[in-house]
């Protein structure tokens, strides 16, 4: 009921049709004109602009394939720099290395006083920091440095000396020297001889030496001269090899010697030695002598022989090559000036290098274009910080060494333990082999003279080379030297080798340090060359 009382009474009923409309013949206008219109704004409109967006599309596609031609080209140039750069580089470090050979005394000497400046570098800068004039400074470390160089020379020399002499200390008697001036040889004395290892014959004499308190004991029966000196408020007798400036018992002291030395050596080198000695490449032509040599000592017969045809061999040799001896001797004199040379013009190069270090390092700056300034700033302060470092780490490492090394060989009983001990200390500077080369001199002087027999004295000083090695490995180099300069085994070996042969003994010891700073070089250089090549790229 509500459904039909809602009901719209305009409504028909279902059933019935509704009525048709008539249709208005403005709004059949309307309509054609809206659709002209429309068709109109199409064509004026919205074609052109898909015509522009086609011409938009076809445009940034011939730019993109513009600018990837441009970034191939752009690569090809880039890779033809590299190709470029790579060869004249090579071009260039083959110049270089050929002017470091011509100019390689010169270079040296430049070389050495610049590490040496580097390592007293910041001990100036420190004490100038207190107000002290650094000119004044510089010129009182070289005085020092010339007078510790004089030092360790002299301590060197005497110790040396000291240890090539056979030390018998003597107690004071007062009548020792009153039978000693007047050429008397007493019992006392001799006794003395006995208990340190020496007999002395009937045919010793003694006479004053002119220099005082010191007289000269000839041994005609053992062919041996001895100084007797006055030292410290006691009589000391000094043995050598026997003053071999002493032509008369030159013979017998080589006798002697090649005695010590062929008793020595191991049995199975003993044969071909004997051979070369005798003058023949033949090991079944050896003696009878020869044979009984690898079982048994040789007498003093037996090698007086063989040194007789040694001296008639050297002797034809001096005769035949005289002339070449004597220019050898002219050589020598003026390697020995040359020294002398050398050293004078490495302090003077070291003064100059202390007192204006820094004012350089400022002109260096300032001729450096701005582009490349940072760059230079970087190199300067790396190369001061990197060498400056290793160079003065290893100056400790060289020092520690030493003394460790001297002190090891002192204990084995080893003649010139601080002289070796030294010389230890300066080829562990050279990386891998030093140690060996270090090791040469101690094994010449056991085959000389060994404490406790050949074999035992070889074992131990290959132990103690290599608890040196251990040391210096596990724990100086870790502590003081670190990582700042590190190369690589390979690169190492090839640099010391490329040293050697463009600078000698100088060039193994400074490859190391000068390959840090071309490293450094070139890593710097090589970083702004990939800034530079990334510019060519993005075209700024």
Same mark, same amino acid.
Request: negative net charge; charged residues 15%; glycine residues 6%.
């Given at each position: 009921?509500?459904?039909?009382?809602?009901?719209?009474?305009?409504?028909?009923?279902?059933?019935?049709?509704?009525?048709?409309?008539?249709?208005?013949?403005?709004?059949?206008?309307?309509?054609?004109?809206?659709?002209?219109?429309?068709?109109?704004?199409?064509?004026?409109?919205?074609?052109?602009?898909?015509?522009?967006?086609?011409?938009?599309?076809?445009?940034?596609?011939?730019?993109?394939?513009?600018?990837?031609?441009?970034?191939?080209?752009?690569?090809?140039?880039? !890779?033809?720099?590299?190709?470029?750069?790579?060869?004249?580089?090579?071009?260039?470090?083959?110049?270089?290395?050929?002017?470091?050979?011509?100019?390689?005394?010169?270079?040296?000497?430049?070389?050495?006083?610049?590490?040496?400046?580097?390592?007293?570098?910041?001990?100036?800068?420190?004490?100038?920091?207190?107000?002290?004039?650094?000119?004044?400074?510089?010129?009182?470390?070289?005085?020092?440095?010339?007078?510790?160089?004089?030092?360790?020379?002299?301590?060197?020399?005497?110790?040396?000396?000291?240890?090539?002499?056979?030390?018998?200390?003597?107690?004071?008697?007062?009548?020792?020297?009153?039978?000693?001036?007047?050429?008397?040889?007493?019992?006392?004395?001799?006794?003395?001889?006995?208990?340190?290892?020496?007999?002395?014959?009937?045919? !010793?004499?003694?006479?004053?030496?002119?220099?005082?308190?010191?007289?000269?004991?000839?041994?005609?029966?053992?062919?041996?001269?001895?100084?007797?000196?006055?030292?410290?408020?006691?009589?000391?007798?000094?043995?050598?090899?026997?003053?071999?400036?002493?032509?008369?018992?030159?013979?017998?002291?080589?006798?002697?010697?090649?005695?010590?030395?062929?008793?020595?050596?191991?049995?199975?080198?003993?044969?071909?030695?004997?051979?070369?000695?005798?003058?023949?490449?033949?090991?079944?032509?050896?003696?009878?002598?020869?044979?009984?040599?690898?079982?048994?000592?040789?007498?003093?017969?037996?090698?007086?022989?063989?040194?007789?045809?040694?001296?008639?061999?050297?002797?034809?040799?001096?005769?035949?090559?005289?002339?070449?001896?004597?220019?050898?001797?002219?050589?020598?004199?003026?390697?020995?000036?040359?020294?002398?040379?050398?050293?004078?013009?490495?302090?003077?190069?070291?003064?100059?290098?202390?007192?204006?270090?820094?004012?350089?390092?400022?002109?260096?700056?300032?001729?450096?274009?701005?582009?490349?300034?940072?760059? !230079?700033?970087?190199?300067?302060?790396?190369?001061?910080?990197?060498?400056?470092?290793?160079?003065?780490?290893?100056?400790?490492?060289?020092?520690?060494?030493?003394?460790? !090394?001297?002190?090891?060989?002192?204990?084995?009983?080893?003649?010139?333990?601080?002289?070796?001990?030294?010389?230890?200390?300066?080829?562990?500077?050279?990386?891998?082999?030093?140690?060996?080369?270090?090791?040469?001199?101690?094994?010449?002087?056991?085959?000389?003279?060994?404490?406790?027999?050949?074999?035992?004295?070889?074992?131990?000083?290959?132990?103690?080379?290599?608890?040196?090695?251990?040391?210096?490995?596990?724990?100086?180099?870790?502590?003081?030297?670190?990582?700042?300069?590190?190369?690589?085994?390979?690169?190492?070996?090839?640099?010391?080798?490329?040293?050697?042969?463009?600078?000698?003994?100088?060039?193994?010891?400074?490859?190391?340090?000068?390959?840090?700073?071309?490293?450094?070089?070139?890593?710097?250089?090589?970083?702004?060359?990939?800034?530079?090549?990334?510019?060519?790229?993005?075209?700024?």
């Amino acid at each position: 009921m509500n459904g039909s009382a809602n009901q719209d009474p305009t409504s028909h009923p279902p059933n019935e049709e509704a009525p048709s409309k008539t249709v208005d013949p403005t709004s059949q206008i309307n309509t054609e004109h809206l659709h002209a219109q429309t068709a109109t704004l199409a064509r004026e409109t919205i074609i052109p602009l898909t015509q522009n967006v086609e011409t938009m599309t076809s445009d940034i596609r011939l730019v993109v394939r513009e600018s990837r031609e441009q970034t191939r080209q752009a690569r090809v140039a880039n !890779a033809s720099l590299k190709i470029i750069a790579f060869g004249t580089t090579l071009i260039s470090l083959a110049i270089l290395i050929g002017v470091v050979y011509l100019l390689k005394d010169i270079l040296a000497l430049v070389v050495i006083s610049f590490l040496i400046a580097y390592i007293f570098s910041p001990l100036v800068d420190l004490i100038e920091r207190k107000g002290i004039n650094r000119t004044l400074l510089v010129i009182i470390i070289t005085l020092l440095m010339l007078s510790g160089l004089a030092f360790l020379s002299t301590v060197t020399v005497n110790s040396i000396t000291g240890q090539i002499w056979k030390l018998l200390p003597l107690a004071v008697e007062s009548d020792f020297e009153d039978d000693l001036d007047r050429g008397e040889i007493p019992e006392s004395l001799r006794q003395k001889f006995v208990e340190g290892g020496v007999t002395l014959s009937q045919n !010793a004499t003694i006479a004053v030496e002119e220099t005082g308190n010191r007289w000269k004991l000839t041994d005609t029966g053992n062919h041996r001269t001895y100084d007797v000196r006055k030292e410290e408020n006691q009589l000391k007798v000094y043995e050598t090899l026997g003053h071999l400036a002493n032509l008369e018992n030159l013979h017998e002291h080589l006798v002697d010697l090649a005695t010590i030395i062929l008793n020595q050596t191991p049995k199975f080198l003993r044969t071909p030695l004997l051979n070369y000695l005798e003058g023949t490449d033949d090991t079944a032509a050896s003696t009878k002598v020869f044979e009984q040599a690898s079982v048994q000592p040789l007498g003093h017969e037996q090698v007086d022989s063989l040194v007789e045809r040694m001296e008639a061999r050297i002797s034809g040799f001096v005769l035949g090559h005289s002339q070449s001896i004597f220019s050898a001797i002219g050589s020598s004199a003026r390697g020995a000036f040359s020294v002398f040379t050398t050293g004078v013009i490495i302090l003077f190069l070291t003064f100059f290098l202390l007192n204006s270090g820094r004012q350089m390092k400022k002109a260096f700056i300032q001729i450096v274009p701005n582009r490349f300034f940072e760059v !230079a700033l970087v190199l300067i302060q790396g190369l001061d910080r990197q060498l400056g470092d290793y160079l003065r780490s290893r100056l400790i490492q060289t020092v520690i060494i030493s003394i460790i !090394a001297a002190i090891g060989y002192w204990i084995l009983g080893l003649r010139f333990a601080l002289l070796i001990g030294i010389i230890a200390g300066l080829a562990n500077l050279i990386p891998y082999i030093g140690p060996f080369i270090g090791a040469i001199p101690a094994i010449i002087v056991v085959f000389l003279e060994s404490r406790f027999g050949l074999g035992w004295s070889l074992l131990a000083v290959i132990m103690l080379t290599l608890v040196i090695q251990i040391i210096d490995n596990a724990i100086i180099t870790p502590l003081i030297i670190g990582k700042s300069v590190e190369l690589g085994p390979v690169t190492t070996i090839v640099v010391v080798l490329l040293g050697e042969q463009l600078l000698g003994l100088m060039g193994l010891l400074m490859a190391v340090p000068i390959a840090a700073m071309c490293k450094l070089i070139i890593e710097e250089v090589w970083t702004e060359f990939r800034g530079y090549s990334r510019s060519i790229l993005v075209g700024h």
